[in-house]
Nanobody, 126 residues
Framework: QLQLVESGGGLVQPGGSLRLSCAAS????????IGWFRQALGKEREWVSC????????HYPDSVEGRFTISRDGAKTTVYLQMNNLKPEDTAVYYC???????????????????WGQGTQVTVSS
């Protein structure tokens, strides 16, 4: 069974940093496109980062560009989201997602992903 498990969330002050992890269980992430999404209370789930399955090309929306960095470990079992200069509006449940994509295309939309983690809460508050 393919599973993703997020960790690393918590409470942080504005301007602080967190690193989220997303560990794959039952498969490796080779040839998988990866996405990070978030959902704030009362809002729709939105994309915050995605990475191509081949080449590791990262993509970000303007809201997090320059502050968030997606990366993957060499063993291709864990994906990370480094979040710096966090703002109160970054408060949300963060989810990672994976989808087999051997052609190396970027996948940054919710509907493109079938495998999801359970989410980890990030709260940015003083």
């Amino acid at each position: 069974q393919l599973q993703l498990v997020e960790s690393g969330g918590g409470l942080v002050q504005p301007g602080g940093s967190l690193r989220l992890s997303c560990a794959a269980s039952g498969f490796t992430l080779e040839y998988y496109a990866i996405g990070w999404f978030r959902q704030a209370l009362g809002k729709e789930r939105e994309w915050v980062s995605c990475m191509n399955s081949i080449g590791g090309i990262a993509h970000y929306p303007d809201s997090v560009e320059g502050r968030f960095t997606i990366s993957r470990d060499g063993a291709k079992t864990t994906v990370y989201l480094q979040m710096n200069n966090l703002k109160p509006e970054d408060t949300a449940v963060y989810y990672c997602a994976a989808e087999f994509e051997p052609d190396g295309q970027a996948m940054c939309a919710l509907y493109e992903y079938d495998v999801w983690g359970q989410g980890t809460q990030v709260t940015v508050s003083s």
